[in-house]
C-alpha cells in the first residue's frame, strides 16, 4: 500500500525554438515555465529534459535552444534516459514504456507488464536497463526492452531513487534509510544497512564499491538540513561526509571517484544550494547560484560540463566546474496579474511586487520598466499605445504617457485594495475594489486624466473585482456575491442589476452596449445581450475559478481561469470548449486581440500567445485529454481566499493511498491534522476552520512531500488581498 503524505507549511510573514507552433505558445518564461524534474544529457551539447504538463524538450547546442519532443501518451512521463543521441526511452504511470531510436521523432510502446507507476529508468549499455516504480516494484532488461521482467522488492516503503555503475551493480535508496543493492544485474536485491532512519533521496553509484547518498531531515527545532554518505566497501558501511544546514538535498551526481555535486534548497538564504567536491566528498565547497528557486536534477558530462534543472523551468549550466553557473533560461518569474494589449503588437503586463513588462514587438521581447512602487499592482487598462492606468493593494494607482517609459502615482495609501481599471480615454476612468477592513466595495472615478479620483456613491455593498467602462456614461461592475452594478450617467448613479448567482463574479466585459459577459468562481459564466437587463447562465464545462474574459467580437472569446485553464467560444459562448493548455499555472487575464491572435498571463511569470485562436489541428500529436490526468496527484488552491472562519482545500490522488495532510507553522509546529487515513484514488475535499483549531494567521502557504516532484510544489496565497488568481 502506498503512503501520500502531504505537508502544508504556513508561514506568518506575509530565440528559443518549439517543434509545434500551434495553439498557445509560451512567451515567457523560456524556454518554458513547468517545473523541470528530469535531466539526460549524452555529450556537453546534446541533452533532454523532463517536466510537469508532459514538457520534453531536446536541445543539441548545448541549452542555447531547445526543441520540443511529443510523446503518443497522455499519462504523465515520469523518467528519461538516453544511451546516445538517437537511442532513449521513456517511463511514466500506468506502467508505460516508450522507446525512441531517431531521438524522439517517432516512439514505440514497450511491454511493462504492470499497471503500477514507473518513475524511473536507467541503461548501462544498450542492452541492460533497469526501472523502478511504485509499491517497490524493480524492472530489468537485457535485450534492450524487448522484454522487461518485473519484482518487487519492497512492499513497505517508497523508493526514490536508482543508480547502476555498471550491468550488474547498483543501488536503490528509499524511505526511513531504506538501501536495496544488487549485484547480479536485479536478478536479485538485498537490503544493506544504513544506519539512518532519514529518507534517503538520491544515490550515484561510481563503481562496485563506491557510492554516495544525499538525505534531508529535521533537527529537534524543525530546522531543515542536509546529510551526504559515503561508501567504499560497496555499502557495508556508510560514512557520513557532511551535515548541511538549513538544507535540503534533492540530488547527488559523481562524474568519477573524486568529482561530484549535490544540489537542493537552503531555506535560511532562500535560495538554490550546489555543493562541489574534488576529493571524493572529503571536502565540499558552496558554489554560487542566484536563483532563488529550488534545484531538482543535476547531471556532471565531464570534469567541467554540467546540467541542473529544477522549478519553474530553471536550466542552469557550467563549463568550468561549475565556477560559473549560467542560466539557460530566461525571463522573469513574478505573478502576472494583468495583461493589456492595445493591438497586436502594443502590450503591457503587471503584476506583483510593482513589477511591469512591456512589448512592442507582440510579446517577441518583453522589457522590464520601473512601477516606482513596490506593493502588487492587480490591473492595468490602456487606451492607446501610450496612455495607461494601473491598480494596485493600499489604493495605488499608477499612469504613463509614454507607453510606461515613465509612470507617476496618482493615489496611494488609500485603505482599500483597488482590483480593477477601465478608462475610455486619456481623461476619464474608473477603479474598482474594496475596503480593508469591511471589504465593502469602493468604486473610484476620474475625468481629467487621474489628477483627482472620486469616490461614488454606491452604498454598502460586497468586494467589487471587476469593471468594464463602455463609453464616458455607461459602464458594468461585478463583484462579490453575484454582485452586478451599471451606471449610465457617467457613475452618478450605480444600479442594481439581477445575476442569477451568489457566487463571486471576478472580470466583465461588454463588445458593445448590450452584449456583455462576466465570469467568476465555479466555472460560472454569464452573459447578457440587452446590456444586463437580463443575464444568462452559459454552460463552462468547468468548476474551477474563472478568472477572466475577452471577446475580439459577438462571436469570438477566450476565458482565462485557475489550474491552467482556457476557455474557447466561437458562436458567442453557445459552446465553450477546453483547449490545450501547456500548463497548469494559474491564469489571472486574458486578452484577445482578433480571431486568431490572443494572449494569457498568470502565475510564475506566464505569459502564452496564439496566433490561431488557440486551436490545436494535430490532435494525435496534442489530445485535449491531457487536460486532465488522472495519474497525477494534486492539491488544488484553498477556497475561499481570503477566508474567515473557514477554508476548503481539494486533493487528487490517483491510487489507493494513505493520506497525511497536515499544517504547520513557520517553526515546524503542528497546527492541524486534515487527513490521516487510507483514500481510493479519486478527488477529496477538507475543511480547515480556525475557529475549531483557534489559529488565525494572515497566510502564504507552501506545499512540500517526501517527493514533491510528484506534486504541485506551491500553493501561492496573497495575504490579506483578494486575488483572482
Not at 284 to 310: A, P
Not at 327 to 347: A, L, M, R
Not at 355 to 368: P, Q
Amino acid at each position: 500500500m502506498k503512503k501520500l503524505v502531504l505537508f502544508l507549511f504556513v508561514c506568518l510573514y506575509p530565440t528559443f525554438q518549439t517543434l509545434a507552433q500551434e495553439g498557445w505558445i509560451w512567451q515567457n518564461p523560456l524556454p518554458q515555465g513547468n517545473n523541470l524534474n528530469e535531466v539526460c544529457f549524452v555529450d556537453a551539447n546534446t541533452g533532454f529534459v523532463l517536466g510537469g504538463n508532459l514538457t520534453f524538450m531536446k536541445t543539441t547546442d548545448g541549452g542555447d535552444s531547445w526543441s520540443y519532443i511529443t510523446v503518443p501518451t497522455n499519462r504523465t512521463i515520469n523518467g528519461i534516459y538516453f544511451n546516445d543521441e538517437n537511442n532513449g526511452t521513456a517511463v511514466g504511470n500506468y506502467g508505460t514504456i516508450l522507446k525512441t531510436t531517431n531521438s524522439g521523432l517517432t516512439w514505440t510502446t514497450q511491454t511493462s507488464g504492470t499497471t503500477f507507476n514507473l518513475g524511473e529508468v536507467q541503461f548501462t549499455d544498450m542492452n541492460n536497463g533497469a526501472i523502478r516504480g511504485s509499491y517497490g516494484l524493480v524492472l530489468r532488461t537485457t535485450d534492450g526492452g524487448q522484454n522487461w521482467f518485473s519484482q518487487v522488492i519492497d512492499n513497505e516503503n517508497y523508493l526514490f531513487d536508482m543508480s547502476f555503475a555498471d550491468p550488474n551493480n547498483g543501488l536503490i535508496v528509499g524511505t526511513i534509510g531504506t538501501v536495496w543493492k544488487t549485484i547480479d544485474g536485479g536478478v536479485n536485491w538485498f537490503k544493506q544497512p544504513s544506519g539512518l532512519t532519514n529518507d534517503l533521496g538520491a544515490v550515484s553509484f561510481i563503481d562496485s564499491n563506491n557510492a554516495t547518498i544525499v538525505c534531508s531531515g529535521y533537527d529537534s527545532i524543525w530546522s531543515p538540513y542536509g546529510k551526504i554518505l559515503k561508501t567504499t566497501n560497496g555499502g557495508i558501511n556508510w560514512i557520513n561526509q557532511s551535515i548541511v544546514p538549513y538544507v535540503e538535498l534533492f540530488d547527488v551526481s559523481f562524474i568519477d571517484l573524486n568529482i561530484g555535486s549535490v544540489l537542493g534548497y537552503n531555506y535560511d538564504l532562500k535560495k538554490g544550494e550546489i555543493l562541489r567536491t574534488t576529493d571524493g566528498g572529503q571536502n565540499w565547497t558552496n558554489q554560487i547560484t542566484e536563483t532563488s528557486l529550488w534545484l531538482r536534477k543535476v547531471q556532471l558530462i565531464d570534469t567541467n560540463s554540467g546540467i541542473i534543472v529544477g522549478k519553474k523551468g530553471t536550466i542552469l549550466k557550467t563549463i568550468d566546474g561549475g565556477k560559473n553557473w549560467i542560466s539557460k533560461s530566461s525571463g522573469p518569474i513574478f505573478n502576472i496579474n494583468s495583461i493589456s494589449f492595445v493591438n497586436e503588437n502594443y502590450g503591457t503586463a503587471v503584476g506583483d511586487s510593482g513589477k511591469i513588462l512591456r512589448t512592442t514587438d507582440g510579446g517577441e521581447n518583453w522589457l522590464n520598466q520601473n512601477s516606482g512602487i513596490s506593493i502588487h499592482l492587480v490591473d492595468v487598462d490602456f487606451v492607446d499605445e501610450n496612455v495607461g492606468t494601473a491598480v494596485g493593494i493600499q489604493g495605488n494607482i499608477i499612469k504613463t504617457l509614454n507607453g510606461g517609459q515613465s509612470w507617476v502615482s496618482q493615489m496611494n495609501g488609500l485603505n482599500a485594495h483597488l482590483q480593477g481599471v477601465s478608462s475610455t480615454n486619456a481623461n476619464n476612468g474608473t477603479a474598482v475594489g474594496y475596503v480593508l477592513l469591511t471589504h465593502e466595495g469602493i468604486i473610484l472615478r476620474t475625468t481629467d486624466g487621474g489628477q483627482n479620483w472620486i469616490q461614488q456613491s454606491i452604498g454598502t455593498l460586497p468586494a467589487l473585482f471587476g469593471v468594464f467602462i463602455i463609453n464616458s456614461d455607461v459602464g458594468t461592475v461585478v463583484g462579490d456575491d453575484g454582485t452586478i452594478l451599471k451606471t449610465t450617467d457617467g457613475g452618478q448613479s450605480w444600479n442594481n442589476q439581477i445575476s442569477g448567482t451568489n457566487r463571486p463574479l471576478a472580470k466583465v466585459t461588454f463588445v458593445n452596449e448590450n452584449i456583455g459577459f462576466a465570469v467568476g468562481y465555479f466555472g460560472i459564466i454569464i452573459k447578457t445581450t440587452n446590456g444586463g437587463q437580463n443575464w444568462i447562465n452559459q454552460t463552462s464545462g468547468v468548476t474551477t475559478v474563472l478568472t477572466n474574459v475577452s471577446f475580439s467580437d459577438e462571436n469570438n472569446g477566450i476565458v482565462s481561469g485557475w489550474g491552467g485553464t482556457i476557455l474557447r467560444t466561437t458562436n458567442g459562448g453557445t459552446n465553450w470548449i477546453k483547449q490545450f493548455s501547456p500548463t497548469t499555472t494559474n491564469f489571472y487575464d486574458v486578452c484577445l486581440i482578433d480571431t486568431n491572435i490572443g494572449y494569457v498571463a498568470g502565475g510564475v511569470g506566464t505569459i502564452l500567445k496564439t496566433t490561431n485562436g488557440g486551436f490545436v489541428t494535430d490532435v494525435e500529436e496534442i489530445s485535449n485529454t491531457r487536460l486532465l490526468r488522472p495519474d497525477d496527484y494534486l492539491l488544488f488552491q484553498n477556497f475561499p481566499n481570503p477566508f474567515n472562519p473557514s477554508t476548503k482545500i481539494k486533493y487528487h490522488i490517483p491510487e489507493f493511498s494513505f493520506v497525511t495532510l497536515k499544517l504547520y507553522d513557520v517553526l515546524g509546529n503542528e497546527v492541524a491534522t486534515l487527513v490521516n487515513e487510507e483514500k481510493s484514488a479519486g478527488e477529496y475535499e477538507v475543511e480547515f476552520n480556525t475557529v475549531k483549531n483557534n489559529w488565525y494567521p494572515a497566510w502564504v502557504p507552501d506545499l512540500s512531500s517526501p517527493r514533491p516532484a510528484r506534486l504541485r510544489d506551491q500553493l501561492h496565497i496573497g495575504p490579506g488581498w483578494y486575488r483572482f488568481p
